[in-house]
Structure formats: C-alpha cells, structure tokens
C-alpha cells in the first residue's frame, strides 16, 4: 500500500473528542522520545506531519491524522518522562487508558520499543495492560540505524526471550528506522491486511 494523502484532522485531551469512529485507526504509543511521531512521519512522507523533538514529552495530546481518505493513524503522548509531576503522570493514564480502552475502531496498536535499550518493566507492565484490556497490539523495534544489523537481531531476540517469561504467545514485531525508512512497506501492508476486518459501528 502506498500512502496518498496524509492530513492532520484533530488533537484532543480525550476519547470522547476524537472522530467519530466510522473507519478504521492504528494508534502509537511507546517511551517518550522513543520515536512514534517520526515513524508516522516516515510511513507518511511528510517530516512536518507530526512535531517531533530531540526533546521527550514532545507529544501531549491524542493527534489524529487521515490517511488516503480512508483510516486514521493516531499519535499519542509518551509514557515514563521522568521530568513529569505525579499529577500530569495520573491525567496521562487516564488519557491514555481511557483511549485505549474505549475506541471502539482501534484496530491495532503498534508499542514501539527502542531496539537499543534492554527490557524495562514500564513497557512489559504497558503491554500487560493492553493484553488485559484485549486491546490488539504489535511491537515495532525503533531506531535500528542506530546499531549494527547484528545487534538489532540479537536484541530483538533477547527481548522476545524476557516476554516468554511473562506469555505463552508473542504478539507480531517489526523493526523500524524513521531515520532509513526501514520497516515502511511491512508496517502499511501490516495495516493493509487488517483494514478489510473493520466493522462500521451500528
Ligand atoms: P514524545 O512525543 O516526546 O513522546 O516522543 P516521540 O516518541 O514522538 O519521539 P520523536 O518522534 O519526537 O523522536 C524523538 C527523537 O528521536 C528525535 O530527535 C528523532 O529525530 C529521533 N528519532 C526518532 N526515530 C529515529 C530513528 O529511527 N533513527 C534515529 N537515528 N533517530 C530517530
Ligand atoms: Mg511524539
């Protein structure tokens, strides 16, 4: 599939603000800084679609954007910026969650993980929320130019190994570089594939 039209539609604070839920939508979310708004910069062709900062905590609200007429890609705020009050930590889960929980045209969510850094109970404990709340979601590993081709292979494995610990079955992953515009054709025929099982609410 190739992206057409990207467009930004709306941010909003909550779930209720957001489109009205008549087509289909792929969320990302993942640690501050750990590179969700340049990969929908990247799957889009568009540097300026979504702001983006070397800076964590870049991302504060939910950020829809139309794809080709016809699904949303979503945008979310970081989670695990240490900077943050306990009071802003407190209204992001419940934006967040109540997000995630409620939207009913979430077709899947993609976690992102940076592929440097080693498991961190913050993303496992994030994942087990999601399996809990039946929410779909997948795990793409960012920022692969950062570190050898070998390397990325051997951590994706590593982590993959941490999460058997917790699951009998492993959700789908992908590896990613916003910065190479790598993992681009696998996540949209990722999404492509999944577009036809969206059921218009009643
Ligand atoms: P918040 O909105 O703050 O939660 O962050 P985010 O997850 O949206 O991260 P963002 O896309 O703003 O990227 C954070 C930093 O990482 C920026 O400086 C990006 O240029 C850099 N970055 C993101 N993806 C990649 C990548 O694939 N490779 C490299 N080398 N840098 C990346
Ligand atoms: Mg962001």
Redesign the pocket.
Same mark, same amino acid.
């Given at each position: 599939m190739k992206i057409k039209t990207a467009s930004f539609v709306i941010s909003e604070p909550n779930w209720k603000d957001c489109p009205k839920p008549i087509i289909p939508e792929y969320a990302f979310i993942?640690r %501050?800084?750990? !590179? @969700?708004? %340049? /990969?929908i910069n990247m799957l889009c062709n568009n540097k300026g679609l979504a702001k =983006?900062?070397?800076t964590? !905590? *870049? =991302?504060q609200l939910i950020n829809h954007f139309l794809i080709n007429e016809k699904w949303y890609l979503c #945008?979310l705020?970081?989670y695990g910026y240490a900077k943050v009050s306990k009071k802003s930590r407190a209204i992001w889960q419940k934006m967040i969650r109540g997000y995630l929980i409620n939207r009913e045209n979430l077709m899947n969510t993609f976690v /992102?993980i940076d592929v440097r850094i080693k498991p961190q109970t913050i993303d496992i404990e994030f994942m087990q929320f999601l399996g809990e709340n039946d929410v779909p979601f997948s795990i793409v590993f =960012? *920022?692969? #130019? @950062?570190i050898k081709q070998k390397e990325v292979a051997a951590n994706v494995k590593a982590y993959q190994n941490e999460l058997y610990r917790y699951w009998e079955e492993l959700p789908p992953f992908l590896v990613?570089?916003?910065?190479k515009a790598l993992g681009k054709r696998e996540i949209l025929t990722y999404i492509e594939e999944i577009n036809p099982l969206f059921k218009k609410p009643l």
């Open positions: 993942g %501050s800084n750990v !590179g @969700k708004s %340049s /990969l =983006t900062s070397s964590p !905590g *870049k =991302t #945008d705020p970081g /992102l =960012t *920022k692969s #130019d @950062k990613s570089s916003s910065e």
